[in-house]
Nanobody, 126 residues
Framework: QLHLVESGGGNVQPGGSLRLSCKSS????????FGWFRQAPGKEREGVSC????????RYADSVKGRFTISRDNSKNTVYLQMNNLKSDDSGIYYC???????????????????WGQGTPVTVSS
């Protein structure tokens, strides 16, 4: 059974940076896509960024384009999310997920499918 473990969250001031990591217990290239999702208190979970396994195509939510970068290290079975110029609206629990084909794009939140990590909290506050 696949296990995903996120790390790298924390408290940061607006304008700061964080790099999240998602360590997979299995070969990340075997999965259709890996994605980063976040959920703020009182809000629905939303897609932030994702990467297709086959060709490393990247997708980003409009709210993070130009600030966040998804990447992967195949040798470490790890997916990263570099977050720069963080804003208070970026606060929330960040989850990574390994997903089969689902929805219109890999940014769509998979419901009832895929494998999720436990999440790592990000708080952007002055």
């Amino acid at each position: 059974q696949l296990h995903l473990v996120e790390s790298g969250g924390g408290n940061v001031q607006p304008g700061g940076s964080l790099r999240l990591s998602c360590k997979s217990s299995g070969n990340i290239l075997k999965y259709y896509a890996f994605g980063w999702f976040r959920q703020a208190p009182g809000k629905e979970r939303e897609g932030v960024s994702c990467m297709l396994g086959a060709d490393a195509t990247e997708r980003y939510a409009d709210s993070v384009k130009g600030r966040f970068t998804i990447s992967r290290d195949n040798s470490k079975n790890t997916v990263y999310l570099q977050m720069n110029n963080l804003k208070s609206d970026d606060s929330g629990i960040y989850y990574c997920a390994a997903m089969p084909p689902y929805g219109r794009t890999c940014l769509d939140v998979p419901i009832g499918i895929g494998t999720w990590g436990q999440g790592t909290p990000v708080t952007v506050s002055s």
